[in-house]
């Protein structure tokens, strides 16, 4: 059972960088994205296709017990980039003409359905509907804790990355201008319209931002298990039942609510099918819909 | 291919977009009148496949029953399928409303996408409930006495056609009525129909389950045509999305739209196979995967340059107003 929770914290994080993302979206867009799973799905492709071709040059070797090397350390970042930028593009070439065509949130969610199918498919022709691994066959140690617990050294590192990753975005939000703004248009868009904030770069940093840390989620999974074309569409429900919990638009909440929904998922193997998975965070999102629907965050309504 | 094979092709390709015609209509109902967010249509697909054919099938005997699993059998005619359908998928409506209707629309969105994806999994890991994943075959075929195997679809399509246009009819008269009404002045504006002393929950939770009841019809309508379901079926894109690019293409608001949407992209579907003949052989596997794409950049285009579809809404639903 500890056994399951530590894992459970392992899925946990990476759901919960996931949903960060999707909660900054979501409070500051003020639409549900339904491609934030596909943008992890296309990170963990695009490092693959640095991984295993454009930094085939490098050689393959591994950092201690970990399962990877100078490839993944180059491509990790990298993909995290281009993914911000095709969050942006996406923004550019879809939503940001729906948002002046004053379309409701509704129609921006289903343009971002229709961008989710666009990205798997592209998936799919590029590398078929197979599951892929950054580094088939290698053998991976497992590393025994005290009280019995085994834990992979990858698995630690997905940690370590998660946490690093939230306390830049933290130091982000809170120390710098752009991060001010932000949050002030999370908080009331009209206001911040008023007092001279520029919306529309709030936007951009939003989507880089929430495209970046989907990148990171996608390849950390990619790394903790395998990749495979539909991994973003099963994060889709956990993502958005860790962000109702957190509250919509908070970020620390995005964060406890995707630790909650991944030990829930993991504990839940010791009494279900593991393919159950994606069922147990959408019970869980029913449960919090009808007992406290603005999340743990959001007060009484 | 002769003459004959050219009818027939162009037959089952009726039938098809007339199934699809039908869960256009439902998703109609739910989001072209009140504006209700359901992408999970998938789910009610299944369950409306299901539901009608464990009514229409007896339950397995014999050496049969060593292989097949269900969990009940209740080898009643066609027509109870179709009520059956309708009715459990009218219930599980039901369900989703009551926590997610009086929230934002993104709830019953995400709540309906749940529910399909809690569906097939269930499907998939309940061998008990339908046969697990090899799912249910041998699904009996309404009036198959009239016509020899080979020319049954004629006698299907004319069932097909005969449904779409007792269904359209239906919800031509209830869009009509005071009732209809209120649904598209909740999608106008929720709080002015509150305020007109209008139950908006109400509303709501009745568009919805009516148009569930549509999409459990077209799922027990599938599930006829094809005579055999499993749960790998009612995947999303073949269950959700593509019905709503139907909707979206031919015009939401527009029941007409909504049926001439369904054969103008199952056309446009199925009119894209050719394009397997002009791939290379190494990504001929993967054609599907181009096919999809090539709907999901239209619907793109549909909801930027041309969000009102092809016929675009009826303004005018009363008589009174000319």
Redesign the interface.
């Known amino acids: 059972m500890l056994e399951l929770t530590i894992y459970g914290i392992v899925f946990g994080s990476i759901i919960s960088i996931g949903a960060i993302g999707l909660s900054l979206v979501f409070g500051i867009i003020r639409f549900a994205n339904f491609a934030h799973g596909d943008l992890m799905s296309t990170g963990a492709y695009i490092a693959l296709f640095m991984v295993t071709w454009a930094l085939a040059w490098i050689p393959d070797t591994n950092f201690g017990q970990l399962s990877f090397g100078w490839r993944m350390l180059i491509a990790f970042p990298v993909a995290m980039f281009v993914v911000a930028c095709i969050a942006v593009a996406l923004d550019r070439i879809l939503y940001q003409k729906l948002r002046r065509k004053k379309s409701g949130p509704v129609i921006m969610a289903m343009s971002s359905l229709g961008a989710a199918f666009i990205l798997r498919m592209l998936i799919l022709i590029f590398w078929g509907a197979d599951s892929l691994f950054y580094r088939p066959g290698i053998l991976r140690p497992a590393l025994q804790l005290p009280m019995g617990v085994k834990i992979r050294p990858d698995q630690i590192l997905i940690l370590v990355t998660v946490s690093a990753l939230v306390i830049l975005l933290h130091l982000f939000l809170q120390k710098t201008k752009l991060g001010k703004a932000m949050r002030a248009t999370a908080d009331n868009m009209e206001l911040a319209l008023v007092s001279g904030i520029d919306t529309e770069r709030v936007i951009i940093m939003t989507w880089g931002i929430g495209g970046a840390l989907a990148a990171a989620g996608g390849i950390l999974y990619g790394i903790d298990v395998q990749l495979h074309p539909y991994m973003g569409w099963n994060f889709l429900i956990p993502l958005f039942a860790a962000t109702i919990l957190g509250t919509i638009g908070n970020i620390y909440g995005a964060l406890v609510g995707g630790l909650v929904i991944g030990v829930a998922q993991q504990v839940s193997t010791a009494f279900l099918m593991p393919t159950y998975k994606p069922a147990v965070a959408f019970l869980l999102m029913i449960l919090i819909l009808l007992v406290r629907p603005k999340g743990i965050f959001g007060g009484k309504d | 291919m002769e003459l004959g094979g050219i009818i027939a092709y162009l037959v089952s390709l009726a039938i098809m977009a007339g199934i699809y015609a039908v869960f256009a209509l439902g998703l109609n109902i739910q989001w072209g009148y009140t504006?209700l967010?359901n992408?999970g249509i998938a789910g009610f697909f299944c369950i409306g496949a299901y539901t009608s054919a464990m009514i229409t099938t007896p339950m397995p005997t014999g050496v049969y029953a060593q292989y097949v699993h269900q969990i009940f059998g209740l080898n009643l005619p066609f027509v109870f399928g179709l009520l059956g359908a309708a009715l459990v998928c009218g219930i599980v409506a039901m369900l989703i409303g009551?926590?997610?209707l009086?929230?934002g629309?993104?709830?019953l969105?995400?709540?309906t996408?749940?529910?399909a994806?809690?569906f097939r999994?269930?499907f998939?890991?309940e061998t008990w409930l339908a046969n697990g994943p090899r799912g249910l075959m041998g699904l009996p075929q309404p009036l198959h006495h009239l016509a020899e195997p080979r020319h049954y679809n004629y006698i299907y399509l004319i069932i097909i056609v005969l449904t779409v246009v007792i269904i359209y009819l239906l919800i031509e008269r209830a869009i009509r009525s005071p009732w209809g009404r209120v649904l598209r002045a909740i999608r106008e504006d929720e709080v002015s129909a509150s305020m007109s002393g209008k139950d908006i929950f109400n509303f709501k939770m009745q568009s919805l389950i009516f148009g569930a009841m549509v999409m459990g019809i077209g799922g027990a309508l599938y599930a006829h045509y094809t005579k055999a379901i499993s749960p790998s079926v009612f995947t999303?894109?073949y269950g959700t999305?593509i019905i709503?690019v139907m909707l979206?293409a031919g015009g939401s608001g527009n029941n007409k739209g909504a049926i001439l949407g369904a054969y103008v992209i199952w056309t446009i579907w199925i009119g894209t196979t050719f394009l397997t003949d002009f791939l290379p052989y190494t990504?001929k596997?993967?054609a599907p995967?181009?096919r999809?794409?090539i709907?999901?950049?239209l619907?793109?285009f549909i909801?930027?340059y041309r969000?009102q579809g092809l016929l675009g809404e009826e303004k005018k639903v009363s008589k009174l107003i000319e």
Do not use: K
């Open positions: 504006g967010f992408i009551i926590p997610t009086r929230l629309e993104d709830y969105a995400i709540a996408l749940g529910i994806e809690t999994l269930i998939n890991n999303p894109l999305f709503w979206m990504l596997a993967r995967y181009i999809f794409l709907i999901g950049v619907l793109e909801l930027l969000p």
